[in-house]
């Protein structure tokens, strides 16, 4: 066989493979079963911290860290690839939740300054 010919069979192989992977990914039950679940969550409840303290709030962003280490977690030795996408999850996660934990201490400082709600009918 000639390398012209080498060549024309290696690429008739990938693209039946290709199109076999395509119609085997079409019919797979996985399509068929709707729509995927919900991404993972975490709650981090902090009703029990005083969050006008330096501690209270080194407590939150502990609590914070501990949940993006539940939700990205490592799975014990990982390659140095595989660590970079965990911190990198984990780091997103902590970014993600910085405006929610802004707006707890703001609302913690307001109530304790006497804060007001607003009613409208």
Known sequence: MKIAGLKLSL???????LALGTVVAATSPVFARGPAPAAPMAR???SDLN???AAG???LNARVRAAAEKLCPSGGVE????ELEISVCR???ITAA??????AIERFADARAGGHLALAN
Do not use: G
């Open 11 to 17: 690429i008739s192989v990938a693209a039946a493979a």
């Open 44 to 46: 981090i409840a902090y």
């Open 51 to 53: 969050l006008a303290t």
């Open 57 to 59: 709030i080194q407590r």
């Open 79 to 82: 390659a140095l690839d595989a």
């Open 91 to 93: 780091n997103r996660l």
């Open 98 to 103: 910085a405006p929610q934990v802004r707006q």
